[in-house]
């Protein structure tokens, strides 16, 4: 009776540490002359409460004292990193997608400028853990900061979470992606030629391929707003026209060009209702019949009244 007790009080501790072990996230963050925001960004991740984190850095070719600060957090233990040339956001994030830990569970991009709540990653894979081995992916709302951290109005929109909506606009954030490792595992299958943005790519080829999309309205992360991002929350409504318009003019046609590079890379993994979707999307670009076709669909419709105006214009001036 009493080996029988041992046996069982045995099994129990082991029942307890186990639940008690915590999910390992690698967060990917590319660096570029990041002194001044980087560290408060860097004690928020390292902060993160109901995982564990570890870092990974990729300096973009900084020239302002990054890289000896970046040494010294190294020294201390609290990041890898290397220097890398001048790629620009969304190839420095997929280099260090691909140079990632393989044995961590999932994946989180961090911008070097932000400030992450204490349960930003947390809230992530307790979603994400829903799904087990299939590809999943989460993203949130996010809340835009001025440098003093003051909140200012944020964006609110409800995604339909649609392969379709995916295709016509830009909704996930990359400052807010957690994706498991099958999904990252799934996105290096395929380098695109054309890559305007990261977390425009790795969006898209997750609503594609059908993994499972978490979006949490809560935002848990404060985006901070200043003259040096890449593109802000802040951004009017009428430079937001203005920017698009230029696009448009440049002839960029990002979301037809993206939409190619799904069809080149994973046509064959796609569930068979969105590969009539993309096949659609793309025969329009050349059919005036298809074009009618893709406009009166109801899959191509956001939760966004200004994106499924930006989409009608497009689509009607051949510039999608």
Known sequence: MEWLFANRFADLQTEIFMSQQMHRVEVLMSTYNAMKFGAAQLSSILAQAGVE??????????????????????????????????????????????????????????????????????????????????PSLYFSRTQPVNEQKEPLPALTFSPRLTFGEALMCHLATGHTMVMNAALRRLILQYRPDFLPMHDMWIYLV????????????????????????????????????????AEWREGRQEFSRLADEVRKGYFERMPENNRRLLTLFLEAKHSCLARLRLLCSPAFHSGNRGRNLRFLLTVLSNTY
Do not use: C
């Open 53 to 134: 984190v570890q870092l990974r850095v990729r300096d973009d070719g900084s020239s302002d004292g990054t890289q000896r600060w970046l040494d010294a957090e190294a020294a201390k233990g609290h990041l890898v990193w290397w220097e890398g040339e001048n790629l620009k956001p969304a190839r420095s994030f997929m280099e260090l997608l691909e140079k990632a830990d393989e044995e961590v569970e999932f994946y989180a991009f961090a911008d070097q400028d932000d400030i992450w709540l204490s349960d930003k990653l947390n809230a992530a894979v307790a979603r994400l853990e829903k799904s087990g081995d299939a």
């Open 206 to 245: 997750a609503q594609a391929v059908g993994a499972k999309v978490y979006y949490d309205a809560t935002s848990h992360v404060h985006y901070r707003q200043h003259a040096d991002n890449v593109l802000g929350a802040r951004e009017s409504s009428f430079a937001r026209w203005r920017r698009r318009w």
